[in-house]
């Protein structure tokens, strides 16, 4: 389920940006800071070419190994310190994701569709929102069946399922 979401005044907010939709500009945010670091891993003779890859091969939380087994099939040299490098590149393009969100967040200001002790449907289990998480925007941290007072799962807002509740009918 994708719930519509709102900002304050009634207006529909656009989709959250994900790496699909944005990939061109959060390669191109990592790039900049990527180069820019004091010791930097690569020239900047390898830009287009590491972009190249990265545009065509990398997705959210892809594993170094996996990424590095597919800049080698497209004729780098990779080694230890090649995928010590691709682990600094993926914490830069984590970065630009998460301050690509950011931006989306703070430019329209989503609400939340559900209020705190709110039902929701998480994975076929009833859990209860317990926060509007403060770490990531526009998250409910949703308490479940079981979890310890200190845990709770992260559920975007326009993912969540309400729990609906059935009243039984009276037939007197």
């Known amino acids: 389920m994708n719930n519509t979401l709102f900002n304050a005044q009634g207006e529909q907010v656009p989709a959250r940006p994900d790496w699909d939709s944005h990939k061109e ?11 820019a670091e004091k010791y930097c891993d690569f020239e ?24 590095a087994k597919k800049f080698e099939s497209d004729g780098w040299d990779v080694d230890r310190d090649f995928i010590a490098a691709l682990e600094n590149i993926c914490e830069h393009l984590s970065m630009a994701e998460r301050q690509v969100v ?7 200001k989503p609400v939340a569709p559900f209020n705190i002790c709110d039902e ?23 308490k479940m069946p079981g979890m310890d007072e200190n845990t709770c ?12 509740k059935v009243l039984p009918i009276n037939k007197e």
């Open 102 to 108: 950011l931006g989306w967040f703070d430019d329209n």
């Open 25 to 35: 500009t959060i390669v191109e945010m990592a790039m900049d800071t990527l180069f």
């Open 120 to 142: 929701l449907i998480v994975d076929g289990e009833v859990g209860v929102i317990s926060e509007i998480f403060k770490h990531s925007p526009a998250y409910f941290g949703v």
């Open 44 to 67: 900047e003779s390898d830009r287009d070419s590491l972009k190249s890859v990265l545009l065509d091969s990398y997705y959210s939380n892809i594993d170094e190994y996996d990424l």
């Open 153 to 164: 799962r992260l559920i975007k807002f326009e993912d969540a399922v309400p729990h609906l």
